[in-house]
């Protein structure tokens, strides 16, 4: 608990830091914004960094809507309107999800630089779950039976101190997103889950609601 607080703290001044001057969030976005010139030669991986180093896209961290949140924070950064756009962005993003490194916490000294790598993960899981991305990857069922199983990497005991700050509602909304349009997101068991994305209230997805929506994953399709 000690170390989620101190990071939640240390995110509410991430902006302040990047840019030390004192500046208004206005000022921060409009500097923030990647030059024209640079836009269209940064190559999809490139872009995908900047989007994620983005300093305001912490605030999806303390959002009780989260989609909500982050339809204005694409708004903002002309990094996402990018990215979104690329025709490989969907190959790109959910390659640097089914390979992100847990393990590479341990590279890092301070608490709050722990959470930060962390936090990426969450926002590759928001990234695959954009309507954009969804249309271009096809398979929902093998995309969820992905999220699932990277998701269970969390588990690693190295990262116990951290694993609650990778919210399940980040990962759960990332799967019902996918199950939208299928047959059993239209089941008695998954329709109310599903309904709650399609409401975008997904901050009543709690961890029971979460622990129903795995099991199902693993029992109903986890064979196919």
Do not use: W
Not at 102 to 119: P, T
Not at 150 to 159: F, I, P, Q, R, V
């Amino acid at each position: 608990m000690k170390h989620c607080i101190y990071l939640f703290f240390f995110l509410l001044i991430i902006p302040a830091l990047i840019y030390p001057q004192k500046k208004s969030k206005k000022d921060i976005i409009i500097e923030s914004q990647i030059p024209e010139t640079q836009l269209k030669t940064l190559n999809t991986n490139e872009l995908l960094e900047k989007c994620l180093s983005y300093p305001y896209i912490t605030d999806v961290m303390f959002a009780q809507n989260i989609p909500l949140m982050f339809k204005y924070i694409r708004q903002e950064f002309n990094g996402f309107h990018e990215l979104l756009g690329r025709q490989n962005a969907a190959e790109v993003i959910l390659n640097r999800f089914l390979n992100f490194d847990f393990q590479k916490i341990n590279e890092y000294q301070a608490d709050y630089e722990k959470g930060l790598y962390v936090f990426k993960f969450c926002y590759l899981n928001l990234l695959l779950a954009q309507d954009e991305i969804i249309d271009r990857l096809g398979d929902n069922y093998e995309i969820i039976k992905l999220v699932n199983r990277k998701y269970s990497e969390t588990n690693n005991k190295s990262l116990s101190p951290f694993r609650s700050i990778v919210p399940v509602t980040f990962v759960g909304y990332n799967m019902l997103k996918y199950f939208e349009n299928t047959d059993l997101g239209k089941s008695a068991e998954l329709l109310p889950l599903v309904s709650t994305v399609q409401s975008m209230h997904i901050s009543s997805l709690d961890y029971a609601s979460f622990h129903t929506l795995s099991e199902f994953v693993t029992t109903k399709i986890g064979g196919k």
